[in-house]
């Protein structure tokens, strides 16, 4: 495999948490829109999206007022106060992202209000399995647990203990947080969770995390000081088909037979006419 510096152009990174944002929202938004929510621009280009029942809002904010690109709450009941919130900025991995919003179109498109007060039963601690069974290390402190991978250059921290809810849901605090790219106490990008948001919620978020499936970047587009801690392999142009195969075999067969040309009456009248009467003669 060629080193990371000699690939260039289309390619596949892993893990997702150092691949960087791509700035298209499509994959995220799509699967709402494919559960019934509303859509509406503003004229800075920022999109709004609310759920039919009208208790989940989504925000697409690239003209917003801070670094938070996106913003999702949950309410109780259409125009209460959020019940949860969860944030990504603009350097978060859409795919992490993506993985948060199919869980809520799931919810919805099963009719369920799980997306709101989560699912019965449910632990806080539950996001943090599948962490565990992908070798990251959880650390359970008094105050603040802490989970990181192998590689140690992502982080999710989840905070103990009760939280003031105002704080929560105007973002001054969060119960959760995930970063990646980290090195030390600085992170590429940064996601937050409330303490309602429910937790199958961020659990969808933290398998794809921890998921070692790479997702397509254009090389110079990385983040250039997660290139070298990263797998990076090169997109190979897909296997011919068998049809392909066969159109290439015909159209090689057709440039290489050679064609009759048939001369017109006055070429071959004018060729006749032209003979010498020796070889007239003899033609007779």
């Not at 790219?181 to 590429?188: H, N, V």
Request: hydrophobic fraction near 40%.
């Amino acid at each position: 495999m060629p080193a990371a510096e000699e690939i260039d152009g289309d390619v596949y990174v892993s893990p997702v948490y150092l691949a960087g944002s791509t700035y298209i929202a499509d994959p995220a938004l799509r699967p709402l829109l494919d559960a019934g929510f509303t859509l509406v621009n503003d004229d800075l280009a920022n999109a709004y999206l609310a759920s039919p029942d009208q208790k989940i809002h989504a925000g697409w904010l690239p003209e917003g007022e801070d670094d938070c690109l996106w913003r999702i709450t949950g309410h109780e009941r259409p125009f209460t106060p959020p019940r949860w919130l969860a944030t990504f900025d603009h350097f978060t991995p859409v795919e992490v992202v993506a993985a948060f919003t199919t869980a809520l179109a799931e919810d919805h498109a099963h009719g369920s209000n799980a997306s709101v007060h989560g699912r019965l039963g449910a632990s806080q601690a539950e996001p943090l399995l599948p962490l565990a069974e992908a070798d990251w290390r959880v650390d359970h402190g008094p105050y603040v647990g802490v989970s990181q991978p192998p590689d140690r250059l992502a982080l999710v921290t989840r905070v103990n203990g009760r939280l003031d809810h105002h704080e929560e849901i105007s973002d001054q605090r969060s119960k959760w947080t995930v970063s990646g790219g980290t090195s030390g106490y600085s992170s590429e990008w940064l996601g937050t969770f409330t303490t309602n948001t429910p937790p199958h919620l961020i659990t969808a978020t933290m398998n794809r995390l921890a998921d070692p499936a790479p997702v397509a970047r254009y090389k110079d587009h990385l983040p250039e000081r997660n290139r070298a801690a990263s797998r990076i392999t090169p997109v190979k142009p897909p296997a011919p088909t068998p049809l392909d195969i066969q159109r290439a075999a015909v159209a090689r067969s057709r440039s290489t037979v050679a064609r009759t040309v048939i001369p017109s009456p006055a070429l071959v009248y004018r060729t006749t006419t032209a003979l010498p009467a020796a070889a007239s003669a003899r033609r007779r």
